[in-house]
């Protein structure tokens, strides 16, 4: 099956490592103009460098920073050639942390980037384009932790949890508009974020790490025409991880 992609110029939040930069790479080998973007600047100019600047563009965006959402949604989409039809959100940070010794500081940290952060990303992408009359898409990367939390980690479970439902309920609102928003739930991926997982692999039933572009893959089919009629939804792409606790 040849896969038709919806978009043509997309922005990627943490699209400097790990499951994001599969996502722009994979994206931009197809043909899409592709804005990485997130906090570190080196590490953007990286990824663009190894990508290719024919059709790669970067720009520095913090997700905890809603204040700044609207000028920097604005900004990528001047870089983009003037307007962007979608959005993938791949940006988060662990708490490695549970409820009971979490700081008040790192707490603020997982909620404003894994939750508030991503809803609101999710809100002002999708007016500026229905505002513009472009239809498109919004995909949150999610982690298999919002469907079956960890106990070391529950301030990240419960964020990713609250996101997969925002992502259900929001998507509801603007699907007659044209804008399809999903979200896909990862379980232990071979990333910079979780390099230590070696017990959980074990969980996993195909005993192993997910690759980041195994994830990328299901990510370039939610955002095809072929995926138009999934609305909110959250696919596991987990390794087993879920059926295996």
């Known amino acids: 099956m040849e896969i038709k992609l919806r978009c043509t110029r997309a922005i990627v939040l943490g699209g400097a490592s790990g499951i994001g930069y599969a996502i722009a790479k994979k994206l931009a080998d197809d043909g899409v103009k592709v804005c990485i973007a997130g906090r570190n600047i080196e590490k953007l100019k990286q990824a663009v460098k190894e990508i290719g600047d024919e059709r790669t563009c970067y720009l520095q965006f913090d997700i905890s920073d809603i204040s700044c959402f609207v000028r920097k949604l604005n900004d990528a989409a001047c870089l983009l050639g003037g307007y962007y039809d979608a959005v993938v959100n791949a940006a988060g940070v662990h708490s490695g942390k549970n409820n009971w010794c979490i700081s008040e500081e790192l707490y603020d940290e997982v909620m404003d980037t894994d939750l508030k952060g991503a ?6 992408a999708t007016v500026l384009m229905l505002n513009n009359n472009i239809k498109g898409n919004i995909l949150q990367i999610a982690s298999v932790a919002g469907n079956k939390g960890t106990i070391n980690n529950s301030p990240y479970y419960m964020a990713k949890n609250s996101l997969i439902n925002a992502t259900r309920y929001m998507a509801k609102e603007v699907a007659g508009k044209g804008i399809v928003i ?6 232990v991926t071979q990333t910079p974020m979780s390099p230590g997982n070696k017990v959980r692999e074990e969980v996993q039933a195909i005993g192993r790490p997910i690759q980041p572009e195994e994830i990328a893959n299901i990510a370039l089919f939610m955002l095809s025409r072929q995926a138009e009629i999934c609305i909110g939804e959250t696919i596991i792409a987990d390794g087993g991880f879920w059926g295996a606790w």
């Open 182 to 187: 999903n979200g896909i739930a990862p379980g």
């Open 119 to 124: 809803i609101f990303l999710m809100r002002k």
